[in-house]
């Protein structure tokens, strides 16, 4: 089900935001917009968080008692191994949250049934969720969020935006992500597959072979393994935890679980940089996959023969 509305919202609601990181930050501005009052606790966080907080529109608690009792909508957005932590500081804050809890962080079924179980033990309302796409921004409609469980869709109708697309989906209270990993398995997994055939070239040293024959015959694939370094090292950091959460899908699934694994352990060898920094090239990132210093020769396409 496609949940779309009118903006901005009539009825104003109290979202809290567990913690504002790129993408939670440019959530959290998407829903201010639609007209809900969304706050935060800042507590042990960084000044460039603060900074995107304020910039988003989000108002500072002194606690996060505060936000449990003041907030209908609790929503968690942070890496992957770190979502149940998360959530069991807000199921073990003196006040009891009574409201409904949005968990929309890349973790398999498996860790979003204990997250619910959690959470839902001490009265809270659970809410699985999803999110695909880049970071919402004002006039880019680019972002996708995937919700399912009993509130799903009013929930769907409080959070649509224009920036911010909202599917309610039917089936499992865990569909979403479900939906998540499976679509993040081929996004993620590709990056690091395509990391690691390149490292293996380059180790029996048929690297500038391998893409001279990409040129001729799959020439995409040259820009897109550049693409996935660029990828590996300023965010292959969360795609760590994110991959071994698909491995743990598959594997409730019955289904081989070593892509997931061998995706987490090429982007945990890749030194993790600032996106916004110098980015070091395709070839050091081969290199630290291999332990070896690859050649940075690039082939023309070969000749065909007569």
């Known amino acids: 089900m496609h949940v779309r509305t009118t903006w901005p919202i009539v009825r104003t609601v109290e979202v809290g935001v567990l913690h504002p990181g790129e993408m939670g930050a440019s959530i959290a501005s998407t829903l201010v917009r639609a007209g809900n009052h969304v706050l935060w606790f800042p507590e042990g966080r960084s000044a460039e968080t ?12 002194a606690s996060l008692d505060e936000m449990v009792v003041r907030c209908e909508i609790i929503v968690s957005i942070c890496p992957p191994d770190a979502a149940l932590g998360v959530a069991r500081q807000v199921a073990t ?13 890349a973790i398999s079924p498996a860790t979003a049934e204990a997250v619910s179980s959690l959470l839902t033990a001490d009265g809270a309302r659970y809410l699985d969720g999803g999110v695909i796409g880049a970071p919402p921004r004002q006039g880019r409609h680019s972002t996708r969020l995937y919700l399912s469980g009993p509130d799903a869709s009013a929930v769907a109708e409080q959070f649509s935006s224009p920036e911010l697309d909202v599917f309610a989906l039917g089936g499992s209270h865990t569909a979403a992500s479900a939906l998540k990993m499976a679509y993040a398995a081929w996004t993620k997994g590709t990056a690091a597959l395509i990391l690691a055939v390149r490292a293996t070239a380059e180790h029996y040293g048929v690297g500038e072979n391998l893409v001279g024959e990409w040129a001729r015959s799959i020439p995409a694939l040259i820009d897109q393994s550049d693409r996935a370094a660029v990828s590996a090292m300023t965010k292959g950091w969360r795609w760590t935890g994110e991959m071994e959460e698909i491995a743990a899908t598959f594997r409730g699934a019955d289904i081989p679980e070593g892509f997931g694994m061998a995706a987490a ?42």
Do not use: K, W
């Not at 603060?50 to 608690?61: I, K, L, N, P």
């Not at 070091?280 to 396409?301: F, H, K, N, W």
């Open 50 to 61: 603060t900074q995107r907080a304020a910039a988003a529109g989000m108002e500072a608690v």
């Open 93 to 105: 804050t003196a006040r009891r949250f009574g409201g409904i809890y949005l968990d929309a962080n």
């Open 265 to 306: 352990e090429v982007f945990r060898r890749v030194p993790r940089q600032e996106p916004h920094g110098d980015v070091t090239d395709l070839y050091t990132v081969l290199g630290d996959l291999t332990g070896e210093a690859p050649s940075r020769r690039v082939a023309a396409a070969p000749e065909c023969g007569p």
